[in-house]
T-cell receptor, first 114, second 115 residues
Framework: GQQLNQSPQSMFIQEGEDVSMNCTSS?????WLWYKQDPGEGPVLLIA?????ELTSNGRLTAQFGITRKDSFLNISASIPSDVGIYFC??????????????FGTGTLLAVQP | NAGVTQTPKFQVLKTGQSMTLQCAQD?????MYWYRQDPGMGLRLIYY???????DKGEVPNGYNVSRLNKREFSLRLESAAPSQTSVYFC??????????????FGEGSWLTVV
């Protein structure tokens, strides 16, 4: 099935560092979503982006919808141990008309060392 | 507000057994989804229901059936479980399927092992 190119696959950082991850695709999306998944839990929505160029923050998290509508990035500032988890991007792919599909990235594993 | 709830949380099946995963949402959402998550594969859509009374196949529908019982509930059935169906299953819901402004919310997952 289709998946987004999400990078990096994993990151091991020190507490207090900033983090950046991104998703790219050859397809145009009209919505980008960023999720965090803790071990043994379902994905939890962090940020939703609906317009090209949109920059949205949620606390220490900032995400942007790329101008070309083919990419998005997520930044986490001043990381803390509870930021540990897997981060997924997801893009809503428009096939035209009422047919749409949500495509997920393969995830970025974030480990934060105190 | 419970959001999306799914049961059971854990299940072990023997090959060939059948079972149904239950999902309910209390957000009055129109659209519901079933995904499976496997290591290194991300989330893959099995089936979805854009609205009450409709269901459609996703990326990996083989070996599964679904029922949109009412607006709140969307169940996933394995008629004859196979080891390849060992996975974590997530139910999700959204206000509407495939429109601008849509966001999707997930349940906590059901861990299924087929031996």
């Amino acid at each position: 099935g289709q998946q987004l190119n999400q990078s990096p696959q994993s990151m091991f950082i020190q507490e207090g560092e900033d983090v950046s991850m991104n998703c790219t695709s050859s397809s145009i999306f009209n919505t980008w979503l960023w999720y965090k998944q803790d071990p043994g839990e379902g994905p939890v929505l962090l940020i939703a982006l609906y317009k090209a160029g949109e920059l949205t923050s949620n606390g220490r998290l900032t995400a942007q919808f790329g101008i070309t509508r083919k990419d998005s990035f997520l930044n986490i500032s001043a990381s803390i141990p509870s930021d540990v988890g897997i981060y997924f991007c997801a893009g809503l792919l428009n096939y035209g008309g009422a047919t749409n599909k949500l495509i997920f990235g393969t995830g970025t594993l974030l480990a934060v060392q105190p | 507000n419970a959001g999306v709830t799914q049961t059971p949380k854990f299940q072990v099946l023997k090959t060939g057994q059948s079972m149904t995963l239950q999902c309910a949402q209390d957000m009055n959402h129109n659209s519901m989804y079933w995904y499976r998550q496997d290591p290194g594969m991300g989330l893959r859509l099995i089936y979805y229901s854009a609205s009450e009374g409709t269901t459609d196949k996703g990326e990996v529908p083989n070996g599964y059936n679904v029922s949109r019982l009412n607006k709140r509930e969307f169940s996933l059935r394995l008629e004859s479980a196979a080891p390849s169906q060992t996975s974590v299953y997530f139910c999700a819901s959204s206000v509407r399927q495939g429109m601008n402004g849509n966001t999707i919310y997930f349940g906590e997952g059901s861990w299924l092992t087929v031996v």
